[in-house]
């Protein structure tokens, strides 16, 4: 593809000009090939349109064209609301109803607008309505939507409406730049490839999935472009690493003293297999003289940490230090509790080091770790602060990784020389995402928890069932266990009305006032946190009321009971691990999801989801068909890229060819300096590699 063309700037294209390349910037586009890759969001032909008399109440979303006949601002008592009112033909109207966005939505839909709306149908009050539907302007289109084109309709942000940028502008601004530049597109994918697999031409596919001539050409150019996003970012993740197997490492020989005590005489159990093969494969990397890059992926109590420590003491009996990171104080606080305890029959001293680290304390720790007389190190990201000088960091371990960027814990890999690493997640992930985000490390996967632990039952409840929950909880005092109760506020809020961890103290301290009850929450200072925890980890406190702060990491097997307020407000991630705080010891274990009676179909499921099971896989899944893969993680310091046509939920078939092409094609030639794979190489590194992920994930 010919690339100085493609690297032009979208300002000086017919149509656009400087304010609105400015507003394009806003969404990412700023090239040609940034345009030509700005894909429709949905598309509109004859087929898909219903009349307004046909609609259902109740049934799939559906697209309906017709004209505004009424529109504005509705006043509330609390919250104001946006009408338009929808006619396609005489006498048969439908209601569309805005909350949120008000202000927006007011100003881009005025009577007389021609659009398109897609949303699910539902009666009220004698008539077919939307709320929220996703809408598009085709007032200027007119009776063109009944020719039985196919029309692409883009995603429009307010700022992009505002400038005249609706689905009409992007139409007319790409059909120029194709008509009047389309010979400057090239093919950027090897010609054997495009043949082998059955592809549509890659210029084909560019002008079809903006301009289809018919639903099968539309299909095809979106499968090609589907597999030429995922096959790029494979081989981005090839390349990385091709790279890292050629990084040296320190050579730590597995089995030795320190690792055999370990196992054999300190842990009270036996370890599961999976354990004994995740540290097999670790055992196998930290010997083989490359440097380590490696995922420990394990559902909630699958005992991870055990195989972390005794992987660090291979480290530490080869003479090395070993930095343990998690992204929170309390979980680093639990860490360093278990590591202690762990630790302590070997005689090898632990230290913490978070933000809330006395200033005397942190100097001393400071100063082992320069000096090399403190062999590790649990912490925050206060560990990879400037001021922490390690003397000999060979093996760093980074919990619950996808909570931090990439720059930290490529800083912690900068702490040592070519450091071990070992990548730590409770979270479990389905394969196709693994695959996306971790297709560049060597992955361990722990499903079997240790024997003797039951599964958790989980039964959702109202709040007319308080008195039989607290009456359980009563039974599970008496038989001397433990009880969480967890709020998703900290404090009452005015915009919600939940109950919070505040009050929720005092209610569940009157309640039970016969048993000590404890209270956690984010907003707490290091030193109360810690004290409370303390409290509920001796036994001393019956009862931790708490927010989402005990979601990872803490460990108390005598806590049998779990109650989760307004349960429906939660993730099903969360949910799950909030709900492997219990279920850690032998005892039989319940966790009760008090819910509010109107709930939204997904809170539905994902309550259902937790009544269903307890595997972390399966969950896993379920969450990532409900939220989508781009949310999975809640985060973007996850390194999951900005897909901008595949979808990894349902595109993953065509994930696994993309991935099999890409390992394949640079395992023949990694230089990529055959044939036709020269230009596949200049599109790569001018568009992929130079503006993709930055994937040194070292973590």
């Given at each position: 593809m010919s690339i100085p063309f493609l690297q032009e700037s979208v300002q000086f294209l017919k149509g656009v000009g400087p304010r609105r390349s400015d507003v394009l910037k806003q969404a990412g586009v700023t090239s040609v090939n940034d345009l030509l890759s700005y894909y429709p969001r949905r598309y509109l032909d004859r087929t898909s349109v219903v009349r307004i008399a046909e609609m259902k109440s109740g049934s799939d979303p559906v697209t309906v064209v017709g004209t505004v006949v009424a529109a504005g601002v509705i006043p509330g008592r609390r919250q104001k609301r946006f009408e338009a009112i929808i006619e396609d033909e005489p006498g048969r109207r439908l209601k569309c109803v805005w909350f949120q966005g008000v202000s927006w939505v007011s100003r881009v839909i005025e009577k007389g607008h021609r659009l398109a709306l897609h949303g699910k149908p539902a009666q009220y009050g004698g008539s077919m309505s939307f709320s929220h539907p996703d809408f598009d302007r085709l007032d200027e289109d007119g009776p063109s939507i009944d020719t039985g084109r196919i029309i692409s309709l883009y995603a429009g942000s307010a700022s992009l409406q505002q400038s005249g940028l609706t689905s009409r502008a992007f139409r007319k601004i790409i059909y120029q730049l194709i008509k009047e530049r389309g010979t400057d597109l090239q093919e950027n994918l090897?010609?054997?490839?495009?043949?082998?697999?059955?592809?549509?031409d890659g210029r084909v596919a560019r002008r079809a999935v903006h301009f289809p001539k018919n639903n099968e050409e539309?299909?095809?150019?979106?499968?090609?472009?589907?597999?030429?996003?995922?096959?790029?970012?494979?081989?981005?993740?090839?390349?990385?690493?091709?790279?890292?197997?050629?990084v040296p490492g320190v050579v730590m020989p597995s089995g030795g003293a320190l690792v055999s005590k370990f196992v054999s005489e300190v842990l009270p159990f036996t370890l599961t297999n999976a354990q004994k093969t995740a540290l097999l494969e670790i055992g196998q990397d930290l010997s083989s003289g490359h440097q380590m890059n490696r995922l420990l992926q394990g559902d909630v109590g699958s005992g991870k940490t055990v195989v972390a420590v005794a992987a660090a003491l291979t480290a530490i009996d080869s003479g090395y230090q070993v930095a343990f990171m998690a992204p929170t104080e309390i979980l680093s606080e639990q860490h360093y509790r278990s590591l202690s305890a762990l630790l302590k029959p070997l005689q090898i001293p632990v230290a913490l080091l978070t933000g809330s680290t006395p200033a005397e304390q942190r100097r001393s720790v400071l100063a082992a770790l320069e000096n090399g007389t403190l062999p590790i190190v649990v912490g925050t990201?206060?560990?990879?602060?400037?001021?922490?000088?390690?003397?000999?960091?060979?093996?760093?371990?980074?919990?619950?990784?996808?909570?931090?960027g990439v720059m930290q814990r490529a800083t912690l890999f900068e702490k040592g020389e070519r450091p071990h690493m070992l990548l730590m997640t409770a979270t479990p992930i389905p394969r196709s995402l693994a695959l996306t985000l971790y297709g560049d490390l060597d992955v361990s996967v722990m499903r079997e928890r240790p024997p003797g632990r039951q599964p958790i039952h989980t039964k959702m409840v109202r709040e007319k069932e308080r008195d039989a929950v607290y009456a359980q909880m009563d039974e599970a005092i008496a038989s001397g266990r433990q009880c969480y109760v967890v709020y998703p506020l900290v404090e009452e809020s005015e915009k919600l009305d939940l109950k919070d961890a505040v009050s929720g103290h005092e209610q569940v301290s009157s309640r039970f006032s016969d048993v000590s009850v404890e209270l956690v929450h984010g907003r707490m200072k290091a030193a109360e946190k810690e004290e409370a925890m303390a409290r509920f980890v001796s036994g001393e406190a019956s009862i931790l009321v708490s927010t989402t702060v005990i979601e990872v990491g803490v460990d108390v097997p005598n806590a049998t009971f779990m109650l989760i307020e307004h349960a429906e407000r939660f993730?099903?991630?969360?949910?799950?691990?909030?709900?492997?705080?219990?279920?850690?010891?032998?005892?039989?274990?319940?966790?009760?999801?008090?819910?509010?009676?109107?709930?939204?179909?997904?809170?539905?499921?994902?309550?259902?989801?937790?009544?269903?099971?307890?595997?972390?896989?399966?969950?896993?899944?379920?969450?990532?068909?409900?939220?989508?893969?781009g949310d999975f993680f809640g985060t973007r310091q996850s390194g999951l890229p900005a897909f901008r046509i595949a979808d990894l939920l349902n595109d993953q078939h065509i994930l696994v060819k993309a991935r099999e092409a890409a390992f394949g094609l640079l395992e023949q030639d990694p230089d990529l300096n055959d044939g036709d794979n020269r230009a596949m190489k200049d599109y790569f590194e001018h568009f992929v590699q130079k503006k993709g992920v930055r994937l040194s994930r070292i973590g």
């Open positions: 090897p010609s054997r490839l495009v043949q082998n697999l059955g592809l549509l539309l299909q095809a150019a979106r499968y090609r472009l589907k597999f030429e996003e995922l096959f790029f970012f494979q081989m981005l993740l090839a390349k990385t690493k091709l790279v890292r197997e050629d990201h206060a560990i990879i602060q400037g001021k922490v000088h390690f003397k000999r960091l060979g093996f760093s371990v980074v919990d619950e990784q996808h909570r931090f993730g099903l991630s969360q949910l799950h691990q909030l709900r492997g705080r219990i279920g850690r010891g032998e005892h039989a274990s319940t966790c009760m999801l008090m819910a509010e009676y109107k709930q939204s179909e997904e809170s539905r499921l994902r309550l259902r989801t937790m009544e269903k099971t307890n595997d972390g896989f399966q969950i896993s899944e379920v969450d990532m068909e409900i939220r989508g893969a």
